[in-house]
């Protein structure tokens, strides 16, 4: 909001409205002028109607590179309507609390207008009822069809049939470098962008090259306090390998990970720790650090910390899709989608949220910029785009994206991700022996794969 | 909570009792009085609880309209076999552990002390105190940052103590209970306290003076005169602490939100993520109506434990 200077009116000046409103508040007749319209939350709650008529209220789970990214959106939303007042956006923890909050919100029948969801959460959400479907109508009010947006993104964003989601993004994992110290190590090509990397011997090799040039490590990630992380890393991994399968199938009512596969996987994640290629504990804020400061070659993370990257002042940095180190290329991913909530809307209110969610589309490059692979065409077609660095070096990940596999209890930040990432977690750190992590993480699931579905 | 009410006794037996009449116009107007907390504890204690006890009994979804079908104990005995729920209710009594002793003990410890500070005792009361006064978001923040793994204060303090790769605290399974338990006690130290220095208030000077004419040492006054004196504090203080470490909720899912895993998930935290984010309100009601069983036994036990100690006074 600084970046636009509020004009005179708006800024509380002395207006005769204003003057006739204090003078009630003070002459004790304040009730009055909080139940007038003027959105006091008490009385909208009290008469149930809307807290602010005429304004979008929004829900999001953006925080660090994102959450600076959105600001930017949301004031361009703003300039577009021509007031501060047209939108209502709040940004909440990520993971499991935010998606209890738009569920509980939404049960009591006080859900925001418009909410973004992982698209593996977000059929859970409609499962539960708790999504006003995406139809063709509906799209239509914002001049949108559903070909408009990457095939993939959309099928993932229907439930049985009917599409509850409108795909932002798709953000997969990626390998980002330290040009440097890859300089350094002789890894990058003679274009000064990374030279490929295939196959097991030679990422090792490369890491040891980056160990070497950098003093530290040849390759960062979290393996503390970033549940999801871990589970990303092993997810990128295991799905490259030939024979894996998926840790959960049927909506997860069975558990049928490749224990024999996962063992190995895991065991050669923790050998690169055992070779001093990779630190055993660290934190997200930690790993980048190693990396941004020249202690390491490599971070490893979702390409979303592509914000923070670009904040560091003389990091000459790159990114890249995680190579593939077994028998195909594979990355870990979700997309990031709009919701309506399932609520009592008028035409007015449906149109202006989905005018809404069309502003933020069309402002797709902005958000492109922050490392996310666009899912709306008319962005990811873009000369614009195809242009942008480093980001369109991996856009090709959307294609072969792994998604957590779908179950009540599965998807971004989920249950699911915790119980498995904070085993695989504890591997790296050298807590836990792969062959034990993995009869945990099974144990686990199969207590998630007996209970009842509750959707 | 000073049990110094023997001498407002007498008075309350001296009122003259009225006829009939007036008892039943003052029992009225008692009613009246208690009715406001009255249809709260109604409305937000036992109704509620009621309908925690049936909807134990359904396999109630949030997400669904009604209590859902009749499924009679199964709640309970899928959590009778379920790991998750056994390890959240070891993990409330090893919070217990870790925090009740300390929480007894060091506010007993500095009571004593900030009580026979010749000077400043209110800053040493206000020191400990504050902490208290804080909402457990804000403690949660401050000891986050202090255990962040590498870049933390106790990482570095660890450093300076020659540590290569220091632990990360909440990052490892074992010791992320201790983490929140040390977070704990700081922040909570001063409710205790406070009413440690309340006793402390009600024992007569003239018996530290007498004990002291007679050579007792400090130690011995404290051994023989103010812990046994205090024994009724204490009870109290043991009780409330007790319930209160089982009740934990806030700082883990603040600080740890259960993990690493579910290796700090505790009781409450297990119900919550059962009924609100998993949705199932069901089987979160069994396993709340468990940990009240829980709760419950505990104050019986301590009821009886005092009436023992009474009689043998």
Redesign the interface.
Known sequence: MNSHPPTPRARGALSRRNLLRGGLAAGGLGAVAATSGCGSPLAAGLAGTQLNPGTVTFWNLFGGGDGARLQLMLDEYRRQQGSTESLQAATFAW???Y??KV??AT?GNKPPDVAVAHLTRASNLAA???LAPITDDVLALAGLASSDFNERAWEASKFEGQAYAIPLDTHPWVLFFNADVCQAAGLLGPDGELAPIEGLEAWEAALTAGKEASGGFGATTA???D?SNNWRFFNTVYSQREGNTPLIDDEGLSVTMNDELAVDTLATMRSWVEKGLMP????T??AE?LMFTGKSAFFMNGEWEVTTAQSIEGLNFGMTAFPTLFDRPAAHADSHAFVLPRMERDDAQLERAMGFVKSLLDQGMTWAEGGHIPTYLPTFESSEYQQLEPMSNYADAASYASYDPPA??SGSGS?FE??TG??I??VQ?G?TKPADAVAGIR??LE?YAK??N?? | MSAQTVGAQPAVTNVPRGDEGQTGGRQRSAWLFIAPFGFFYVCFLLGPSLYMFVASFF?T???KNGLGNFIGLENYS?LMQ???FWSSMWHTLQFTIYTVPPLVILSFVFAVLANRMPRGSTFWRLAFFTPYILPSAAISLIWVFIF????GLWATVQKWLGSE?P??V????SLAMVGVAIATIWWTIGFNFILYLAGLQDIPRELYEAAAIDGATPWQQIRHLTIPLLSRTTTLVLLLQIIASLKIFDQVYLMT???????TETALVFIT?TG?????IG?AAAASFLLFVVIVAIAVIRQLAERAQQKGA
């Open positions: 993971g499991n609390p998606y209890t569920s509980l049960l539960a009822g708790l393996t503390v306090a549940d055993a504990t660290v934190d804020p930690g650090t009540w209890y249950n915790t119980v904070a085993t977690g504890l750190q807590l144990a686990a207590n209970t009842a509750p959707l | 396999d979804s949030i997400v899928a379920s790991r998750d962040t793994a590498d870049t790769a632990t990360p909440l990052g490892t399974p939100s259960g993990g690493p895993g579910t290796s993520k609100f984010t998993d949705f199932r089987a």
